[in-house]
């Protein structure tokens, strides 16, 4: 009679609050026993035979629906199940087969319920328990069960959902703060659209054509053929720009670096990069740029702006930079 009223009053207390059923998923059921459930084909396939779970086994076979025992739980659970030591819970190895009342007691220690409800749809072939007056009352013969027969036992159990605590009152709306003073605008000295606290090369000339770093940079790829200081009659109007910001600046001396990625040998990718610069270089002073305000240098592979190990990163090492000298 005293367990007929322990259950019928969790029964009362679990039921007010609302539940999920909880569900075996195949990817799930392949980490449990095997003597519960295999996997084949995306199917779970639960063993036929009737078996004595370990208390180990049965807690793997609860894990693995996503449910945990707590160390405060084991007072409750039949002897021998699990004990606690430093902390940690130990599971009993010896198979047991347990009663319908012991293995009731051993899912609520998990943290799920059962209704009356439940058990008149779901459990009424199954000899596991009954509703007597409203009440469930448990089995209190020791049996085995089989996968399959354990696995429509649990699919009548369902796992409470945590009740959200009420909102507390709202408080009382604060005063505005005043609005914050607007942020300065970055300065970018030479109007570049670079701000000068992350541009590495100030003092460009207006009107040209600068990378993220705020950088004058010549592309090579269309300069230049593969492995080629000649620079290529259709891209003469890329040079011509340059000679027109020099034209428009005589005061603007500049020294023309180039520089090439990692591919070949570190001493030849030196050797052209040098030969790509005097090539630029002769074209302008052909063009009519003084002498005297252009110098060339080769920087080779040395100094990359982006990593070699991509194509993009590679394509933005191969370049010409313009450093400009007031």
Not at 119 to 139: C, P, Q, R, T
Not at 167 to 196: E, L, N, Q
Not at 246 to 256: C, I, Y
Not at 280 to 291: K, P, S
Request: charged share 20%; with cysteine; net charge neutral.
């Amino acid at each position: 009679m005293k367990r007929i009223i322990t259950v019928a009053l969790c029964a009362v207390f679990m039921m007010s609050l609302p539940a999920l059923a909880i569900e075996l998923t195949p990817d799930a059921a392949g980490k449990a026993p095997f003597t519960y459930a295999k996997v084949k084909g995306g199917e779970i396939i639960y063993n036929k035979k009737s078996v004595a779970y370990s208390p180990d086994t049965t807690n793997a076979i609860l894990e693995a629906y996503g449910l945990q025992l707590s160390a405060d739980a084991v007072d409750g659970l039949p002897l021998g199940y699990a004990n606690v030591k430093d902390g940690n819970i130990a599971f009993g190895k010896k198979s047991t087969a347990y009663s319908p009342d012991e293995l009731h007691a051993i899912f609520t220690a998990y943290g799920l319920q059962l209704s009356p409800e439940a058990v008149s749809e779901k459990l009424g072939a199954l000899n596991y328990a009954k509703v007597k007056d409203g009440n469930i009352v448990f089995g209190k013969k020791s049996t085995a069960y089989s996968g399959s027969g354990l696995s429509a036992i649990l699919a009548a159990y369902m796992l409470p959902m945590a009740t959200p605590a009420a909102a507390p009152a709202p408080a009382p709306a604060p005063a505005p703060a005043p609005a914050p003073a607007p942020a300065p605008a970055p300065v970018d000295t030479d109007g570049d659209r670079v701000p000068d606290v992350t541009d590495k090369c100030p003092g460009t000339p207006e009107g040209v054509k600068v990378d993220e770093r705020g950088c004058w940079v010549l592309n090579l790829d269309y300069l230049f053929d593969f492995d080629k200081a000649t620079i290529k009659r259709e891209y003469y109007s890329a040079l011509d720009d340059v000679v027109r910001v020099l034209n428009n600046n005589p005061g603007l001396r500049v020294e023309l670096q180039g520089h090439t990625d990692s591919t070949g040998p570190a001493n030849y990718n030196m050797g052209l990069s040098k030969r790509r610069a005097n090539a630029v270089r002769t074209y302008l002073i052909n063009n009519g740029i003084e002498a005297s305000r252009l110098s060339a240098a080769g920087f080779g592979e040395t100094q990359p702006i982006e990593s070699n190990a991509t194509r993009e990163g590679r394509a933005k090492n191969r370049r010409v930079e313009l450093n400009t000298m007031w």
